[in-house]
């Protein structure tokens, strides 16, 4: 992997977690990767963030619900 500044990318953490990029960009709008930020067009994750699990989106969700 070719981190810059302990972050990596979508495609790279896509890989890492055996899922599509794509949905490593709707997890990221999502805010449900932490410390992913957008940089101009492309989303940088860093390099020890962990994949968002289903209880989290459980979670997300109950949250947001109560908004």
């Given at each position: 992997m070719s981190?810059?500044?302990g972050y990596i990318t979508v495609q790279?953490?896509?890989e890492k977690w055996g899922v599509t990029p794509r949905q490593v960009q709707?997890?990221?709008k999502e805010?449900?990767?932490m410390g992913a930020s957008r940089m101009s067009r492309?989303?940088?994750i860093p390099e020890n963030?962990?994949?968002p699990t289903k209880d989290s989106i459980t979670?997300?969700?109950k949250k947001?619900?109560?908004q």
């Open positions: 981190q810059v500044n790279e953490a896509a709707i997890l990221c805010n449900r990767i492309i989303w940088i963030a962990e994949k979670r997300t969700r947001n619900d109560k």
